[in-house]
């Protein structure tokens, strides 16, 4: 796993969460702002996906390859799902929803690592 990208995904997202979180509890729709967010962040996930790609491609291996790949597939549509389910919701609930996603995102990607270090230190 790429260190660095692995920690800017949980930073972003747990930057989106708070700013999600301000705007729960303000009781305001998620604004274009989040939905942007999300995008971004879904960028940024979709650019760790691929480093993990080519790790593996290159011959590395998590110690359990079906959980990687279920927690990797998870992360992957996390982000566009909360944009969904978010435009679905105008209300603060909507706001909920990203600031939910936004705090799944991090323990997944603590999970890929922990999956992908089993390997590198047995």
Known sequence: MNGPLATLTIVASLV??????????RNRP????????LG??????????????IAIAEGERPASMAT????????????????????????RWGSGIVMTVCLVVPVLVLRLEQTWSVVSHG
Do not use: D, K
């Open 16 to 25: 989106l969460a708070g700013w999600a979180g301000v705007a729960t509890a």
């Open 68 to 91: 990687f790949v279920g927690y990797l597939v998870t992360i992957v549509c996390l982000p566009p799902l909360g944009w969904v389910l978010a435009r679905m919701e105008p209300t």
């Open 30 to 37: 998620p604004g274009r702002s989040h939905l942007v967010g």
């Open 40 to 53: 971004v962040l879904g960028l940024i996930v979709v650019a760790l996906t691929v480093a993990a790609v």
